[in-house]
Every structure is written in structure tokens, then in C-alpha cells.
């Protein structure tokens, strides 16, 4: 009978053997297919199947086995905390979509790579990235590649200690990468018609109720496979893994994990001595592959975009460019949803809504950082979040004794207690109409959304009175966020744009892991942390960007949300 193995990794990313190398050994170990699953890279993909070329060549008029190598990925992700790993079977890894995503992890990656080694250096170990590169060219570095790094320059006794001491979570030297969900890298395997499978699921250790719910949640995404058999599985295991995989109407599939002396004792095909893994289950993915092909479309969710305006969607003239419209178009036409998410009050972004004629289905304006959610189709607000007017009596006294510039608003008008340059530099954008009273508080008649204070010459002036307000504001449950070098937001901590992401989702029946947001200032950050995927503008604060599953190529000033969103569609 035929054998395969779906899951086997080379030295392109943390394996010992070349993609040659691989093909020659599956051939001595007598299987008929495997698939290259290298960590979060393809570049070992066309060395692999130019070497079955070529051995396939040679042997077709012998009586000499053949192999197929099947081009493949594995992706890291983030779920819960848990690092959670979803391999991809038959990508198109020469696909322009699939190429720019590579890249982006790339990017993110060389990001990461270079703090560590700034780190390091600092910790008495000096390294530089393009050391690292040297070291071990053509290699994803991963943390092992800085344990064997460090071991070799005898920084470090042995692998384990440069792990326990400086590179292991927790530890002084690491700095976590930001990774995509998994829900995000079944979406990429499909969009490059890839064949998702969540790779070894009992090594997260799971519940099983937990286990359940992240199965469902792929599933909905578009997950068609489930690693049922694998080497460290015994019979009570696959059995498990079997009946869930059906619950869900999944594809088994079986991997070795094979690392080379990297994993010493696990081999290719066997595993630790007991796996068997037969074509039929090769088979079986395959025929469940027709089927996908033949309905391209239906297996991705409807999804929802939260993105920021200033410096993110908007351009330095406030306005969108044709290419940028036409990508919205695309999105709502696919079925999907569009927030506009701003700090401004809900009638400024309906104003920009206006004038840059976004009548598109499908909308919503999030006013306030979050206070406020506007449903455009019915034109009503759907949510209301607000501070009581006595957080708002003493915003507005401590502003007064500050020297600060603090406003307020309605349901309707800006209300401030002068006219001033503040006030003026404010307006060159914000269109909302004022009302000036020195006794703010008789204008209301309910708590505003937000305040905002306003300081154009002195940074320190400003960041003196937040700091003031800090102790007070903690008590009462208020936030205050930079959204400008010049602006400091007052809002309800029950408030926010992450909060408005989760609301809305709620509200309209999305699953926030569906959902994407995109910003670049300091009150985007929980927006970015609440949605499924975060796109951090490259002209935006580095928290965002740290935050970020993604950075885009280019500003706002360049389509740079547009060229990241075409993806998504």
C-alpha cells in the first residue's frame, strides 16, 4: 500500500535537509507523496519539486517508485494566548496575492529580529541582524537560530540556557511577533487555493471544549482538514481527533512533523516508530479539492471593516483617491460591511461620509473613539456611550485651572467655552457648528460622548495636565488618549474603538474574529488589539504597529489601506 506524509519541514526553515535531500530520502523511506510545509516560507518549494522533476525523469521507464511533492506551508498564528499552527496543502506559491503576504510576515519578522538583536547587544551579547543572516543564510531565523548562535560565539554553554535565560518567553531578550489568527491563515491558504488543515491539535492542550470552539470558528472560515494522524498520537488520540474531524465535516490528514536531527528519533513517514499514514487519505483531499474548486466563493464568512479616518483612510487633503473608492466599492459589493471610525463626533464623519460620497450599502459611522455607532441605512444611532455630566463638570474646571483648551459637543454642535486658536485650528477640518458659553455645563442636557483638549505650543503643558487628572480619571473609569501631538481625548473606559468593535460585531452577528480594523494614532491601538486583524498604517505611532498582525507598504498618502484591504476581499 502507499504511504504519504502531509506535514515535513527542510533547512529553508528550522529542518536539517535540504529540499533535495528531503525528496531523495521519501523515496528510500517508500512513500509516494509528501508535502514541504516549511515554517511560514515557500523558498524551498522549487528546489523540492525540480529534484522530483528530475528523479520522476529518470526513473519513468523503470520499475522505480515516483513521488509527488506537494507544495505546501506552515503558518504560525496566535488563538487565546495558545500558538496555534494551520498548514496549507497545494498552494499557489507563485500567485502575486500569496507572494505579498509572504512578504508582509517578512517584513514583520525582520522588524522583531532586529529589537532582539538590539537586545541582546544591550545584554552583553553583541549580534546584528545581518550577522544572523550570514550565519545561517537562506534561512526563516527563528529563536533557535539565535540559541545555536549564541552557543557557537560561547555566549552560552548549551541551546537550553540561551532558551531559559535570554530568548524564552518571559525572557529579557524576546520580543513576541505579533501573529496572524488562524481564522486569518486558513483565509490565505484558500485565497491562494491552498487546502487548509489545523496541523496537530492536541499539542495546544486544549480543552476539549476549547478545542471544539476553535475547530467551529475555522470551520466557519473555511478550515477543510484536521492532522487526525500524527506521530505523537496514540489509537485513543486518533480516534478523538476522527470523530471530530466529522462532527465538522472535515478531511483527515496525517503528518510526521519530520524535522530531521533536528527532532532526533522522529522520522520521515514513521514518525516515533508507529505512523502510518496511507494514500487514501491523500486521496481524499484531493477529491474534496474538486469540489472546492468548483465552488469558489462560498467558503469565506462575511467580514467587517472598522478603519480609522485621519491618517488612515483619508489622504493629507482629506479626501480618498479613485483607486481607494474603488477598493471600498469591491468590499461592500463582496457582502462585506464598512465602519467609518473616528474620533470625531458622529455628525463630522456623517460630514465626511457626505462629501466624499461614500453611499455605499452596508455602513456605519463610530463617532466620539467609539461612543457613539450610527447605522446609515436606518439612519439612527444603534449605541450610545457617554461620561456623566460631573465627569464633565470636572474635566472642564481642571482645564480652566490648567490654562487648557477643553471642549465638549451635543447631539448637534461643538460647545466651547471661548473662541480661541485652539478652537479655530480644530475647525479648519471639523465642520460641526459651535456654540460659544463660558458655563458649558448650562448647554447640556445629558452627558457628551467625549471631551477634547486642545494645545497647539506646549506638549508638556498638556501631558502635565493629564497627568494631574490620572488618579481621578482611574477612579471615575475615564480614558485619556493622545489622538494628535496636539490633542488629548476624555472618554468613558466603558467607551473606546476596540469596545465599538466589539459592539457592533455583537450587534450585527459577526464574530469579531471576522472582523478587521485599521488605524495609525494611539486611540486606534484598542481597535486594532479588538479586531480579528489589525492593519497598522506605515505612517502610523509604532504602539499601533507593534499591536498589528499587518503594516502596509504604503501611507496614507499612497493608497496604503487600499493596497492592504485588496487582499481581503
Not at 529553508?12 to 531523495?24: A, H, I, N, R, Y
Request: with cysteine; aromatic share 8%; charged share 25%.
Amino acid at each position: 500500500m502507499n504511504i504519504v506524509d502531509l506535514h515535513v519541514h527542510s533547512n529553508k526553515s528550522d529542518g536539517s535537509l535540504s529540499p533535495t535531500e528531503l525528496v531523495t530520502y521519501a523515496l528510500q523511506k517508500g512513500l509516494s507523496a509528501f508535502a514541504l510545509t516549511d515554517h511560514d516560507t515557500t523558498d524551498g518549494i522549487e528546489e523540492a519539486l525540480e529534484a522530483a522533476r528530475c528523479i520522476n525523469a529518470q526513473n519513468k521507464n523503470a520499475s522505480v517508485r515516483t513521488i509527488e511533492v506537494i507544495p505546501g506551508i506552515e503558518f504560525s498564528s496566535e488563538y487565546e494566548g495558545k500558538d496555534i499552527h494551520v498548514v496549507g496543502l497545494y498552494i499557489d506559491y507563485k500567485s502575486d496575492f500569496f507572494r505579498r503576504r509572504l512578504q508582509n510576515f517578512v517584513n514583520g519578522r525582520t522588524i522583531r529580529n532586529r529589537e532582539m538583536c538590539r537586545r541582546l547587544t544591550d545584554y552583553g551579547f553583541p549580534v546584528t541582524y545581518e550577522e544572523l543572516q550570514s550565519e545561517f543564510p537562506n534561512c526563516v531565523i527563528t529563536r533557535s537560530h539565535y540559541a545555536k548562535f549564541m552557543l557557537n560565539h560561547g555566549y552560552t554553554k548549551t541551546l537550553k540556557e540561551a532558551f531559559d535565560r535570554y530568548i524564552g518567553d518571559g525572557c529579557p531578550c524576546f520580543v513576541p511577533r505579533k501573529k496572524i489568527t488562524p481564522m486569518r491563515a486558513v483565509e490565505i491558504i484558500l485565497k491562494a487555493d491552498g487546502f487548509p488543515v489545523l496541523a496537530h491539535p492536541l499539542l495546544y492542550h486544549l480543552s476539549s471544549a476549547k478545542l471544539d470552539e476553535l475547530v467551529c470558528l475555522l470551520k466557519k472560515m473555511g478550515l477543510q482538514g484536521l492532522e487526525a494522524v500524527y506521530s505523537t498520537h496514540d489509537g485513543s488520540d486518533e480516534r478523538e481527533m476522527r470523530a471530530l474531524a466529522a462532527k465538522y465535516d472535515l478531511c483527515i490528514s496525517g503528518g510526521s512533523d519530520f524535522h530531521g536531527n533536528a527532532k532526533p528519533g522522529l522520522d520521515l513517514a514513521t514518525g516515533y516508530g508507529k505512523l502510518f499514514i496511507p494514500q487514501e487519505i491523500l486521496d481524499k483531499i484531493k477529491e474534496r479539492r474538486k469540489w472546492m474548486n468548483a465552488h469558489p466563493g462560498k467558503l469565506l464568512p462575511t467580514k467587517i471593516l472598522f478603519t480609522d479616518l485621519d491618517g488612515t483612510l483619508l489622504d493629507s487633503g482629506k479626501q480618498i483617491s479613485p483607486y481607494t473608492r474603488e477598493v471600498l466599492e469591491k468590499w461592500v459589493q463582496a457582502g462585506h460591511k464598512l465602519a467609518l471610525c473616528s474620533g470625531r463626533d458622529v455628525n463630522s464623519v456623517k460630514d465626511v461620509k457626505s462629501y466624499l460620497h461614500l453611499d455605499l450599502p452596508n455602513m456605519y459611522v463610530i463617532g466620539y473613539n467609539g461612543g457613539q455607532i450610527y447605522d446609515c441605512t436606518k439612519g439612527k444611532t444603534i449605541h450610545r456611550t457617554a461620561l456623566t455630566l460631573t465627569q464633565t463638570a470636572h474635566i472642564l474646571e481642571e482645564a480652566e485651572k490648567h490654562g487648557i483648551h477643553v471642549h465638549t459637543y451635543t447631539e448637534t454642535n461643538i460647545v466651547s467655552p471661548r473662541q480661541d486658536e485652539e478652537l479655530v485650528y480644530y475647525r479648519r477640518v471639523i465642520k460641526t457648528p459651535v456654540i460659544i458659553n463660558p458655563n458649558v455645563m448650562d448647554v447640556l442636557t445629558q452627558g457628551p460622548c467625549k471631551c477634547i483638549g486642545i494645545e497647539l505650543k506646549d506638549p508638556e503643558k498638556m501631558e502635565n495636565f493629564r497627568l494631574s487628572l490620572l488618579p481621578w480619571a482611574q477612579e471615575e473609569g475615564v480614558s485619556m488618549l493622545y489622538s494628535s501631538s496636539y490633542y488629548l481625548e476624555f472618554f468613558p473606559a466603558a467607551s473606546g474603538k476596540g469596545a465599538a468593535v466589539k459592539t457592533l460585531c455583537r450587534l450585527l452577528g459577526i464574530d469579531p474574529h471576522f472582523s478587521v480594523a485599521a488605524g495609525d494614532a494611539q486611540n486606534d491601538l484598542s481597535m486594532i488589539e479588538a479586531a480579528g486583524m489589525g492593519i497598522a498604517m506605515i505612517n502610523g505611532c509604532n504602539d499601533v504597529k507593534m499591536a498589528a498582525t499587518t503594516i502596509t507598504a504604503y501611507d496614507n498618502d499612497h493608497d496604503g489601506l487600499a493596497h492592504a484591504l485588496v487582499d481581503l476581499i
